[in-house]
């Protein structure tokens, strides 16, 4: 054998092998995508979720219970309870968006910048509804005519506070969770991307 097909054979032996090597790059990529990619599928679950679930269930709750008068504190009730079911589906939406943009076939640094972005939706989002469901409970006093002012509705609405804090900071200590798992997933792409 010369020297000339020897090294012919040589680099056909490197083009096969460096064509194993990115195949086996790209299974692998894949692999680490596709947790993220399950989780995010959730987590657009959970936000269509809010999206259509606020609607069925106030009209479940107030419809058969309600009673139409034509009072001023009606009016504002029902006013304030639309605000409060407009604006939480806003910030639902904007959060479903969010979600729905993020693709992890993207640059890394690009997928990273867009879950900052999701976290600071999803800490607005938060917020609001937790701040939002004490204006609903007093909207939907003033259309059921409870008064607002007695001890037991101090005490439901210190209890209903307490409960929403304590969910909100569990609610938000898992995503936080779930974000930093998408970071480290990122990371590991990014390292086979370098490589």
Known sequence: MEWTELQAMWQQYDARLAENTHINKEILKRMLRSKPENRLKRMKGWAMYGIIAPVPIMCIALIPNTKFRNEWDFYIGLLILAVMLVSVLY?????????????FTNQVA???????????????????????????????????????????????????????????????????????????????IEQLEKE
């Open 110 to 188: 690009k997928t990273k910048k867009q879950l900052v972005k999701l976290e600071e939706s999803k800490l607005k989002s938060t917020k609001w509804r937790y701040f939002f469901l004490f204006v609903g409970m007093v909207g939907v006093c003033l259309i059921a005519q409870l008064p607002v002012m007695t001890k037991e509705f101090i005490m439901l609405t210190i209890f209903i506070i307490l409960l929403a804090t304590v969910s909100s900071c569990i609610h938000l200590k898992k995503f936080k969770i779930q974000l930093n798992n998408f970071n480290v997933e990122l990371d590991e």
């Open 91 to 103: 910030k639902t939406i904007q959060y479903f968006l969010l979600i729905r943009d993020i693709d």
